[in-house]
């Protein structure tokens, strides 16, 4: 499972704005606290269980299972860093059961780590989270969400798959099955040229797929986004890139671009998932796929995730995020660029933080605008119909029709996942095969 995140970006415009969004970058390195004995987790749903290495009083016999158990040891011990993470070094064991291979990724809940599963035979995922309680909380609270969605996931075709879980050294750790890159890693390594319109339409259909089943359920995902959407294998081809071949020749490396062999995906990183409850007003998702209703503190629930998946499909057919921006009146502003002014009764009940980007029923732009460069990065972004248009050859109609029902400001005219999956740029597909 591919999770490497960036935390640089390319400056390429001349107002000085990032040309790709900056990222919520992973944090850094890590390491355990000196404590008595080795953790070592149970399968699935089981507590974990707690066994000490004593040393024996009088000599004992080495047998060939002591003999396996010395190699495949335990790291010596080490302090967690100062934020507590987790210290470690490539080839060491992490419990005797999984040998540490690389690392994939970072972030402000730990990392995560390509390890040999001994007893499995295969490679796996391991979140390690930081040793703070609050990370801990929340990485049990994650676990809790992993063995409910398992358990009606039954094929395992929609969400990541929970293989293990341990504590190990003050540190929960999470494993899981591993997979290929994310839809962001991959956009990424492809210099950003979007995707194939067949393609975005079957990762749509299974990302929406997922969040349905999420929500029959009763839970909200709350960060969707392109980070946390994984391709189940690593595997692609290369074909010309008929936009930028023209002029150039085939031993240039952008002649070419890569196509996933498989559209295969799964959702994944639970950690901010939550029941459906009532006044639900704290700030989730990250901003680029933040839905109005959260920025304007009205009020969320299934809606928010539904939006997202809408920005993720601008993004696939694109190659860059829809909402290129770090602060809420510029986002709010861009939204109406894209998609047409915010209906004037969610503005009237914004809540105390969000009153100020609102003036006489209005949204306060571009009166309210922090600066020129600003006003200039709304003022460039084209109608959503137009930005489609640029992009997709064929199949636009219907897309910006679903995406007109994704992206409606009033959460309540919002399409659901169910109402998006019988949308014609879904079953029209259907017919045709």
């Known amino acids: 499972m591919e999770t490497e995140r960036v935390t640089e970006f390319p400056f390429a415009h ?10 919520l970058g992973w944090d850094v390195p890590q390491a355990p606290k000196a404590q008595v004995g080795i953790f070592c987790g149970q399968e699935l749903g089981n507590v974990t269980s707690f066994a000490s290495f004593v040393a024996p009083s009088e000599p004992t016999t080495i047998s060939l299972f002591d003999k396996e158990v010395a190699r495949n040891g335990s790291p010596p011990w080490r302090e967690d860093d100062k934020d507590g ?13 999984y040998k540490i291979q690389s690392k994939m990724g970072e972030g402000t809940f730990g990392q995560v780590l390509e390890c040999w599963d001994r007893e499995r035979k295969e490679m796996v995922a391991i979140k390690i989270v930081r040793g703070i309680k609050k990370y801990r909380e929340a990485a049990m609270i994650e676990i809790e969400v992993l063995q409910q969605l398992g358990k009606h996931d039954k094929g395992g075709n929609r969400c ?3 293989r293990n879980w341990f504590d190990y050294r003050n540190h929960i750790c999470i494993v899981f099955e591993k997979l290929g890159p994310s839809l962001y890693d991959f956009l990424k390594k492809n210099n950003y040229r979007s ?14 797929e997922c969040v349905a089943f999420m929500h029959d359920l009763r839970l909200i995902h709350t960060d969707l986004k392109p980070e946390n959407v994984l391709l189940v294998s690593q595997d692609y081809v290369k074909v010309p890139d008929y936009n930028k071949s023209s002029s150039r020749s085939p031993k240039d490396s952008s002649y070419f671009k890569r196509i996933p062999k498989s559209s295969a995906i799964k959702v994944i990183d639970f950690g901010s998932t939550t029941y459906e409850r009532q ?20 009020g969320w629930t299934y809606p928010c995730d539904v939006w997202s998946i809408g920005c993720i499909l601008v993004e696939l057919c694109t190659g860059e995020a829809l909402f290129q921006t770090h ?22 009940r914004a809540d105390r933080h969000a009153e100020k980007y609102v003036r006489r029923g209005r949204l306060d732009w571009p009166e309210g605008a922090a600066s020129r460069e600003s006003i200039r990065a709304v003022q460039k972004l ?3 119909q137009n930005l489609i248009m640029q992009h997709v050859d064929h199949s636009a109609g219907d897309l910006i029709h679903l995406l007109q029902g994704l992206l409606r400001y009033d959460p309540s005219d919002r399409l659901s996942a169910r109402e998006a999956l019988r949308h014609s740029f879904f079953t029209k597909d259907s017919l045709r095969r």
């Open 14 to 23: 001349l107002d000085r704005r990032p040309r790709k969004r900056a990222r």
């Open 85 to 97: 993470h987790y210290m470690f070094s490539l080839g060491e064991n992490l419990t005797s059961r």
């Open 160 to 162: 990541v798959q929970l």
């Open 195 to 208: 995707f194939p319109i067949d393609l975005v339409r079957e990762i749509g259909r299974q990302l929406l």
């Open 279 to 298: 006044d639900q007003t704290y700030i989730v998702s990250t901003r680029h796929y933040r839905a109005p209703e959260v920025i304007l503190g009205l």
């Open 327 to 348: 602060e809420n009146l510029e986002h709010l502003a861009m939204m109406e660029r894209v998609l047409g002014p915010l209906p004037q009764h969610m503005l009237k």
């Open 382 to 384: 084209p109608r959503l």
